[in-house]
């Protein structure tokens, strides 16, 4: 077992057999712009969030920077908000949310399931043109004027505001459409397109996982896009729901609001779950720690996260009987989220753990989660809250889960099926290189903001009290160094592409169906109809010589 | 945009205070033993003692969790590539029974002391002095129990005293914010809201808008102080002065005007207050030339008493040409003798 055989020299490995796969199988605008593929829907849905999160991280930058001083470096504050806005809106609506799913969740379901396609493929081609129109709206409001609302439009500021406000919901709208047919496309694709064999405690996690999302996006992203539309039209006609002014209640959009919201941040995380729960037992070659009790939790944080939106409305003057409510639900989703760290960093103890670069995400996830995760519990205490709701301290809070760990996950996986994906690896050193430039400047950018947050500094201030800035100084370095971390994982991914060695037929020793097709996939992803026989990550047969297989 | 509807029969006074401007220059705030909490100075001592209590929890799992990566990856990282795992156990009952248990309990714990902490808050004792908040983009306005005079950007309350408010919005959302008190309440229109909380160091603290209620959100600030009896007594909110008008002024400038005015031509929102009045070739102080849209219609006017107060109480009547687009917040209640103390302020422009 312990003979240390030299590795393959992956330079000499010789060109394809002349293999088609589902990158080279067809060429041409319209095979990529009108395909029905899976793989190459998830690929162009993988460009569109990149440019989405690239265009975000810019603004970012824009904000740290101008928050370097505390009369502001940068801007008026009038442009700060609406800077500030296009970060989160961008953000949330156009990468977090689809990012995982529409992508990654696109490209590995089927081949996980071992599955030719999703069960509905046109639709699937209709949820990415959707999420583009959502993204041509949403640039269009730039153009028409931006808006300067926040990503949460609270009511009534979003009414008067004279901003683009309806023509970014007319985006949200759409892309709320495209969040619910792939949720629908996916629970109907696990339902109906496992493959023999394949029982639902044999599923991936990572399926899991998106099944878990699927139904979330489907039951709550109505109330979103109805939300939106009812702004419109106050806007447009006046109809009284959320103007003072004309009898309406601003509180109530903050209902309707959180009510999708708060499951909308489980659409975003449990996908990132997903993914971890997914390259924690592979990169340590050994079967999850309780398989079913991360399954299962994915569920009850699925049905929890229905009824905890109050808490993020503890100051507005809620009953007694409310704060309670929610207050104790809220501690409740902690549980099932406490129980997959620990089931993930049991899965790693005495595992055979390689200390590549998607598992070095992955272990950079699992510590900032912990941070993430750690710090909500802090805030649904409820007079604690009270002092920290709407501060930097929030702001910390889903950094540390939306940035730290659903975009490092994301990160994680992409580094994980790249291989898959295009048959070429990247250059590992400069990827452990950047994943630690990321590390260290994520945390330089967000740690001092639990500080500030705690000590009283509100959140979307254009300016700030002096006493805050060496605060705010160590954030913008931070963020500046994050940036440059990323800059440098889009280079080497990049250049890949160009110039990268090829990649082995099973680069990290997975046992799930994804790494029994040929690398890159072939068009409808198997070559004979796969079945399955052995319980889920089970590593007794997994076939080592096809780590070292260069992939054809 | 924000034409005042919500008049306010308790604004419909009277008098007036000294303040500050809403631009912070305020004092840093003391910050406490541990280092994360500015220094606490009402009696909500509990939101403290959960916070240390949750954060220490925190700090224990997450030095929990870090010590156990760390500790697997230096023992067991993979060194040959065919290296097997060194355990393939996948359950453990006991060990999943106690994390699920041990966690539940101590958020049982937090979840109760928490619930405990925000009764207090919610309970206003009997016998608080009942004072006003009114919060409009982007100022704060208060009003003090039996008096008629208010006070703009800047409170003042009496040490040891529970005092409650009463808070108004007139325009969109805005939160009442005092990190050292502990205390936050969002600001709703159409709402009355109400917050306590009893004050117990002498100092001056920070109040913030918490809640985004757009472009000058950052500078919606208040600063109160929190003095003793004898000085409270003095009613230090009401510090107009007859003989000198144009002080008075000022600071009402500064409280309620300076977001969209500027004195040194700057355009901002509104046009600045340069020129409005200048000195004739004598040197007398005479009304300045304005081009104003009345109706649609432009023409030129000389500024005079009425106009200004016209523009304060009216503004829509008369639109400043260059600014027609934008819409002033209406004053209609402001009192004749701070108008008049505004006008003298205008009038020291003159000839700068
Ligand atoms: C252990 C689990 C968690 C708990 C107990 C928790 C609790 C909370 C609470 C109480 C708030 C409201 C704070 C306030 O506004 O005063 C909050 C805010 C927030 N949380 Fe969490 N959270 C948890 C995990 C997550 C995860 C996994 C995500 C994301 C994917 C997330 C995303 C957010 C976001 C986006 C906000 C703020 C939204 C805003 O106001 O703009 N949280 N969390
Ligand atoms: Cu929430
Ligand atoms: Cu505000």
Redesign the pocket.
């Known amino acids: 077992m312990t003979t240390n055989v030299p590795a393959v020299d992956t330079h000499v490995a010789e060109p394809t057999s002349g293999r088609k796969n589902f990158l080279n199988c067809s060429s041409g605008f319209m095979s990529w712009a009108g395909t029905l593929d899976h793989k190459r829907i998830g690929l162009m849905y993988l460009v569109g969030v990149s440019i989405a999160f690239l265009c975000g991280g810019l603004f970012a930058l824009l904000v740290r920077l101008h928050l370097w001083s505390p009369e502001g470096a940068l801007f008026a504050n009038a442009d700060y908000n609406q800077i500030f806005t296009l970060h989160g809106a961008f953000m949330v609506f156009l990468f977090v949310i689809p990012a995982i799913p529409g992508s990654l969740g696109n490209m590995v379901l089927p081949l996980m399931l071992g599955a030719k396609d999703v069960a509905l493929p046109r639709l699937n081609l209709l949820s990415f043109y959707l999420w583009c129109s959502g993204a041509v709206m949403a640039t269009l409001a730039i153009i028409l004027g931006g808006f300067d609302t926040g990503?949460?439009f609270y009511a009534p500021y979003s009414i008067y505001t004279d901003k683009a406000v309806v023509s970014i919901g007319l985006g949200i709208f759409l892309l709320g459409f495209s969040s619910i047919f792939t949720g629908l496309n996916f629970i109907v694709t696990v339902h109906k397109l496992r493959a023999p064999g394949l029982t639902w405690f044999r599923m991936p996690l990572f399926v899991w996982a998106l099944y878990a999302t699927s139904i979330l996006q489907v039951l709550a992203t109505p109330v979103l896009g109805i939300t939106v539309l009812l702004v419109a039209f106050e806007r447009l006609y006046n109809i009284g729901i959320f103007d003072p002014r004309l009898g309406g209640d601003p509180v109530l959009f903050e209902h309707f609001f959180w009510f999708y919201s708060h499951p909308a941040?489980?659409i975003?995380?449990l996908p990132a779950f997903g993914i971890v729960s997914e390259l924690v037992s592979v990169h340590s070659r050994k079967p999850l720690f309780g398989y079913k009790l991360i399954a299962f939790s994915s569920l009850a944080i699925a049905i929890i996260s229905f009824l905890v939106w109050g808490?993020?409305m503890?100051t507005s003057g809620q009953s007694t009987y409310a704060m309670f409510a929610f207050s104790f639900l809220?501690?409740f989703?902690?549980i099932p989220?406490a129980i997959k760290e620990f089931s993930w960093v049991a899965t790693i103890w005495k595992g055979s753990i390689a200390l590549n670069s998607p598992m070095l995400y992955t272990l950079a996830f699992l510590i900032i989660f912990a941070i993430?995760?750690l710090t909500?519990?802090i805030?649904?205490a409820l007079n604690v809250?009270i002092h920290?709701?709407?501060t930097y301290f929030?702001v910390a809070?889903?950094h540390y889960?939306?940035m730290g760990s659903?975009a490092l996950a994301f990160f994680a996986g992409l580094h994980h099926w790249w291989p898959k994906m295009f048959g070429v690896m990247y250059n590992e050193t400069l990827a452990k290189i950047a994943c630690g430039i990321i590390f260290i400047g994520f945390n330089t950018t967000f740690l001092p903001q639990f500080i500030m947050g705690s000590r009283g500094m509100p959140r979307r201030y254009a300016t700030y009290v002096p006493e805050y800035a060496p605060y705010h100084h160590a954030s913008t370095i931070g963020a500046v160094i994050l940036g440059l971390g990323i800059a440098l994982m889009v280079y080497y991914l990049v250049a890949s592409l160009f110039s990268g060695k090829r990649a082995m037929q099973n680069q990290w020793g997975g046992v799930t169906l994804d790494w029994h097709t040929p690398t890159p996939p072939p068009l409808e992803n198997f070559d004979h109809s796969p079945s399955v026989t052995t319980e889920v990550y089970d590593y007794s047969v997994l076939d080592l010589e096809t780590t070292r297989t260069p992939a054809s | 945009m924000f034409v005042n509807l919500f008049q306010d029969p308790v604004n419909a006074a009277q008098g007036v205070a000294e303040s500050v401007p809403q631009n912070p220059h305020a004092p840093a705030q003391t910050i406490d033993a541990w280092g994360q909490l500015p220094k606490l100075a009402s009696t909500f001592g509990d939101v403290d003692g959960l916070f240390y209590f949750t954060y220490a929890v925190c700090i224990f799992f997450f030095v929990l969790i870090f010590a156990a990566l760390l500790y697997s990856v230096i023992k067991w990282h993979r060194k040959t590539y065919d290296q097997p795992a060194a355990s393939n156990v996948t359950h453990n009952t006991p060990l999943e029974v106690v994390w699920t248990v041990i966690p539940l309990i101590i958020v049982m714990v937090m979840f109760a002391w928490g619930f405990k902490g925000s009764l207090d808050m919610t309970n206003v004792p009997h016998g608080a002095r009942q004072y006003k908040a009114t919060a409009k983009q982007w100022n704060w306005t208060f009003s003090y129990p039996n008096d008629p005079v208010q006070s703009y950007g800047e409170l003042w309350l009496e040490v040891g005293k529970p005092a409650s408010f009463l808070l108004e919005s007139t325009d969109v959302l805005h939160a009442f914010y005092m990190p050292s008190m502990r205390v936050k309440r969002d600001v709703v229109p159409g709402r009355y809201q109400k917050v306590w909380f009893q004050p117990i160091e002498k100092g001056e603290y920070h109040l913030f808008c918490a809640e985004y209620c757009g472009d000058d959100h950052s500078k919606m600030y208040a600063k109160v102080h929190v003095v003793d009896a004898v000085e409270y007594a003095k009613r230090p909110w009401d510090q107009w002065d007859d003989n000198n008008p144009a002080k008075g002024g000022e600071s009402r400038y500064k409280a309620l005007c300076s977001s969209c005015h500027s004195l040194d031509g700057t355009p901002l929102t509104g046009p600045s207050w340069k020129g409005l009045f200048v000195k004739d070739a004598s040197g007398a102080i005479v009304g300045g030339q304005r081009d104003v849209f009345v109706g649609g219609v432009k023409e030129t006017i000389t500024v005079d008493d009425a106009y200004i107060i016209e523009s304060i109480k009216n503004p829509e009547a008369k639109k400043a040409a260059g600014h027609e687009k934008n819409a002033m917040t209406a004053f209609p209640n402001l009192p004749d003798r701070e108008i008049h103390g505004i006008i003298e302020f205008m009038k020291t422009l003159a000839g700068k």
């Open positions: 990503w949460t941040v489980y975003m995380v808490h993020h503890f809220t501690f989703v902690a989220t993430g995760g909500g519990v805030l649904g809250d920290l709701h709407d929030v809070h889903f889960v939306m659903i």
